[in-house]
């Protein structure tokens, strides 16, 4: 299978370093792997990303799904002609997790000239199924 990034020597650290200073590195998020077309990051159930009643907040699995969504738009686009926009993320929370970690994995559905869907799946420690996720990407033109 040919790679769907537009940098075909894209790296995790290259990755990384486009995550300092923001809810990305506050939150923890851990970048951990990318292929021809996914790209995976875990993020700790902590006193960060945990709901008052101890359980992983909604909102952080979201945070995860919309943050893996994005940046695989970023990386699938000349980003001197174009940058990308989240539209619409739609979550459906399957299980709780009280600790640990939960990992993502991001894959296209569609990518085309003027938008893309991502499909995010977020699992648990024990690789049990947490959050299906489905994120929509506007891709606008970049004023030069």
């Not at 875990?42 to 919309?66: I, N, W, Y």
Request: proline share 3%.
């Amino acid at each position: 299978m040919s790679s769907i990034w537009f940098d075909k020597s894209i790296t995790v650290e290259k990755i990384k370093s486009l995550s300092g200073n923001s809810m990305i590195e506050h939150l923890g998020l851990e970048w951990t792997e990318i292929g021809d077309n996914y790209i995976k990051a875990k993020l700790p159930v902590d006193h960060r990303t945990k709901q008052p009643f101890g359980l992983l907040h909604g909102g952080a699995s979201c945070m995860l799904a919309e943050t893996l969504g994005s940046y695989a738009s970023h990386l699938v686009v000349d980003t001197a002609m174009f940058f990308c926009v989240g539209l619409e993320i739609n979550a459906n929370h399957i299980r709780s997790v009280k600790d640990g970690f939960v990992e993502g994995m991001c894959t296209p559905i569609h990518l085309g000239s003027n938008t893309h869907v991502w499909d995010i799946k977020i699992y648990d420690d024990k690789a049990k199924l947490v959050c299906i996720s489905r994120l929509t990407v506007s891709v606008l033109k970049n004023p030069l």
